[in-house]
Structures are given as C-alpha cells and as structure tokens.
C-alpha cells in the first residue's frame, strides 16, 4: 500500500511543530542548566532586555531561563548574550571515565538482580575444561531526531491550548494539564506530525511543560517555544550506558555447558517508571534474553545465568528506538560467534545445535543464511556475519556481506538479508521499508554515535560530533517477510530489526580481519564506513 504522505514531505508542505505559525505569536528559546541536577543560581535581565524584539526574561523551574521574543532569532541571541550562572553541583565531578570504572566494578560483585536462569552457571563455569571470557561497552546515544524539541502553548486562566509534535498525545496532554493548573476540560492538545522522535517524544514532556510555564507568564498570547540543536543534544534523555561479560563455558567435547552474562549499567524504568519496577529490578534491561514471552532468549543452554548490577549515574536514560535490545544482540551475537570460534565450529552449525527448542529463532536465522548462500563461498573479498533475536513479538535475523579496506580500517557494507517474522504481516511493503529504516539507524550508531560525559554534562552539541551515515553508505537490503501465525500477541516491526545489523556487521568484521571488536562506535577504533 502506498503511502499517502511521502510527497508533502518531500516538496515541503508538510506542517510540523517548527514550522506552525498562530496570529500574534511570539517565540522563546530556553537554556536549562547544563549538568543534570544543577539549579539557575542568578542570571542578569536587565543585560539583554533592552535588545531587538525581547518581550521578556524568564525562569523557568529552578533549572532554566528563556527569553521570549518576536522571532527566533532574536530570542537566541538574547539569551546567547544573557550571564547566567550556574550551581552545578556535584554532578559536575562525573565523567565518561568515572562512568566506566562504576560500571566496571559491577562486573564481579556477588550482588545482582536475575534475570534469566536455569541450571548451575557458576557450577560449569568452575568444573569447564575451557572458559571463553569477553567484555563488551555500549555508550550513550542520543536520540537527534532532525527537528529538535519543540511546543506552541496558548494560556489564559480559563484555557490552555498547546500544539506538540509527540509520540503519546496522552502524556502530553498530562504535562499540559499538570504546568497550567487548570482542570482537564480546561486544556487541549493538537498533535502535529513530527520529525522523528524514535522515544525522545513518547514518554518525555519536558518541552512540553516549559513551553506552557512560559505562556504562563505570557497570558493570551501564543508561545512558541523552540528548543536549538544544542539544547537537543545536551538536554536529551539518553540511550543508557552499559557494561556486559559474558562466560562461557565447554566441556571436553566442546559443547557449551554453560554461560554467565552479567550487564553492569543504567536502568531507564529506575529514572522513567519506577513503579514498574519489580522489587528493585528493571526486566526491560534483559530484553532479548527473557526466559520468555516478547523477548524470549534464543538458545537452550544446560547452565545460564543473566544478571545485572544496576548502576544509575545523574545522566537521564530513555526509550531509544529498539531500547535495551540495541546492545544486548551485539553482546549475545557477537560473543556467540566467538564462542563458535573457540569451539572449532561454524558460526550457524554452532547457533543450530542450540536452537532446537527454539524454532521460530531458527526460521529467521536459516531464512536469512539460505538467502546469502551462506553454504557456498563468497565472492573474493567478501566476508559475512550473522545475527538473529526475539524482539518486541517479533523474530527477527540478519546476514551481512562486506568487504573490508585500508588495512582494515575501512568498511563497505555491501549487503543484508533481513527476516521479520511478526506473526502476521498487514502491509509487507510498509515492513519492508521499517527494516530498511532501522538498519540507518541502527548501523549509524554502530559507526558513528556516541555521547560522552566531561564534567558532568555531555560534550557532543551537534552532528559534526555526533554523525550519521549518508545515502550512500546504504547497504541492499533484501528483506524476508515471513509471518508464521499462532497466538502468540502480533509482533512489532519499527523496532525489533534495528539490533541485528550491529552484529551481523560485527561478525563479518572479524571474519575478514580477525580483530574482535568490543567497544563502539567504531570511529573509536579509526574504523570508517566505506
């Protein structure tokens, strides 16, 4: 089925929340405190509000300061030239380094919320005759849709009005209602479509809310409150930050015994939804290795133990698109292929031998290897990885073929297979395209994306330091719809595909060089995408 909005986007008449317009509307711009939990200690009006078009200075929570003016430009420089100084706190002492040597002691502390388990992991760990260790990071990333934070709000004391581009029209319209004051009947919220949000405009309101407590201060007159690139960056709601080891155990014959996967990291319902928390433990960060259900672990292993130290640093974790299963594929895929490797075996007759009580997992996986011809040598060159997890209802795998140059420092991925397996498929064309799109973001944050801490806040403020691969970087992608059926809930699609591609690509890595990589994005590593 087509879709019937593809050409406004396109030719630009689509209207989204930067683009609204209202009669007699002003703009405002907003700087909050830079360090999470930090507070306005005193800024200085009277220094800007005599400058071209200013209405007004002011704050905003204990936290921010705007400025509200004819247009946005002139609020952004007012506010550019406003002293404001800062009580930071103590969270202006913490660091991407501090960070990690947190996470990194959660790694071998006896305490730990379970995850997964069954057998004795500890027990085949200590009685193998060989263990195979490895130690995974995943850093923070931030959402970056390309239209930043953005809310018109329209006050008096009888009624509030806002426009918003959001993902969950309810939760704004509870922000609305909640910063006004004013009974529910009172408050009205129109949703505009949005230029992307991939979480960062679900479950998060902030803007939201500031933009109401500014027209608050502006009564009868529509506010437009517009958030810079800069703002967006900084003041995100951040993919979490997580360590992974993991332990596999074999015994004289080279069958896995056991495995031990503990995550050492940030807990987003411990920030975001705490009353879903279940005795301390955030289930949502062992996505992908669930006993059962949505996220149902793929493999049958004698011994398994999955943990996770919970380590919450002040930067603010959130729903990234895909969430925890993002780093959990690369943690299980990658190690499962370097499992594969200690053992002696293929990287799909090893991932078989271990899927027999799995078959859904095992549809996707063979469906994607039949496709690329893992059977048969690839072309010279050319190398291939694999990857598959249940995500969000959905089984879904991924094969990839690249070809690797400048001593290994350059990648071409040239080729994925996808399958998708959501039980059923209402439009396999609209599927199709949210698999393509997924790999964007997914193999952008594999290559290019991080966001890291130095004195408390985060360093990266725009795209020239937080990157994205371009049209061409796109690999092929050939996707593999293949619906099974049952009663199990209908899975996802514009989520579930977004992890594979990372390992996939991970694992044809190593098989062309032999060098393991661990840590991301790649830039880290002086590994560009070709």
């Known amino acids: 089925v087509k879709r019937l909005d593809t050409a406004d986007k396109v030719n630009g008449k689509k209207v989204y929340g930067f683009d609204l317009k209202l009669p007699g509307m002003l703009t405002a711009t907003i700087k909050d405190c830079p360090v999470t939990g930090g507070k306005v200690k005193s800024f200085d009006a009277a220094k800007v509000s005599g400058m071209k078009g200013v209405k ?14 004819d247009t946005f430009w002139q609020a952004k420089t007012a506010l550019d030239a406003l002293p404001i100084v800062w009580d930071e706190g103590e969270n202006a002492k913490v660091s991407s380094a501090s960070i990690d040597e947190w996470l990194k002691a959660g790694l071998d502390i006896p305490e730990a919320f379970v995850g997964n388990q069954n057998g004795d992991a500890k027990t085949a760990l200590a009685g193998a005759t060989k263990k195979i260790e490895a130690v995974y990071d995943y850093p923070y990333l931030n959402h970056a849709p390309m239209e930043p934070m953005n809310a018109t709000a329209l006050y008096t004391p009888d009624k509030c009005e806002v426009w918003v581009p959001t993902q969950n029209g309810e939760a704004s319209f509870a922000a609305a209602v909640a910063a006004s004051g004013l009974p529910s009947d009172k408050v009205e919220v129109y949703k505009i479509d949005l230029g992307g949000g991939f979480g960062r405009r679900g479950a998060f309101q902030d803007y939201v809310t500031q933009a109401v407590a500014i027209a608050k201060q502006m009564p009868g007159t529509p506010v437009k409150l517009l958030w ?19 332990v596999g155990a074999f015994d004289a014959n080279n069958n896995l015994t056991g495995l031990h996967v503990r995550l050492s990291g940030q807990s987003i319902l411990a920030s975001v939804l705490p009353q879903n928390l279940d005795k301390g433990k955030d289930q949502l960060t062992f996505q992908g290795l669930w006993p059962s259900g949505d996220f149902a672990f793929g493999y049958s292993i004698p011994n398994l133990l999955v943990d996770h130290s919970m380590r919450n640093p002040h930067i603010k974790p959130g729903f990234w698109r895909g969430v925890n299963i993002n780093q959990n594929c690369i943690f299980i895929e990658c190690f499962m292929d370097e499992l594969a ?12 031998k271990l899927m027999d009580k799995h078959p859904k997992h095992l549809a996707v996986l063979n469906a994607v290897a039949k496709k ?17 997890m249940k995500a969000f209802g959905s089984y879904v795998a991924a094969a990839a073929e690249i070809s690797v140059s400048g001593g290994g420092g350059k990648i071409k991925v040239r080729r994925i297979v996808a399958a998708t397996d959501c039980l059923y498929a209402v439009n396999p064309a ?4 949210q698999v393509s799109g997924s790999f964007v973001y997914g193999l952008s944050a594999l290559f290019f994306q991080e966001c890291t801490v130095k004195n408390g806040r985060m360093e990266q403020a725009n795209f020239d330091a937080f990157n994205s691969m371009r049209i061409a970087h796109m690999p092929k992608v050939e996707s593999i719809v293949m619906p099974s059926g049952g009663t199990e809930p209908w899975g996802g699609v514009g989520e579930p595909t977004i992890c594979v591609a990372a390992p996939a690509v991970l694992n044809a890595y190593f098989a062309a060089t032999g060098k393991r990589i661990r840590s991301f994005p790649l ?6 995408m070709a």
């Not at 800069?230 to 930050?241: K, L, N, S, T």
């Not at 059977?375 to 060159?381: E, F, Q």
């Open 341 to 352: 490797k200690a053992a002696g075996q293929d990287p799909l007759e090893f991932r078989r």
């Open 228 to 246: 810079t690139r800069e703002d967006d960056m900084r003041q995100g709601r951040y993919h979490p930050v997580m360590k992974c080891k993991l």
């Open 56 to 69: 007004k200075v002011v704050q905003i929570g204990e936290s921010a300061v705007a400025v509200v003016a």
């Open 430 to 433: 609209q599927i199709e395209r």
């Open 372 to 388: 690329i011809g893992w059977d048969k040598p690839a072309p010279k060159g050319v190398f291939r990885g694999l990857a598959q």
């Open 523 to 528: 830039k880290k590593h002086k590994i560009e």
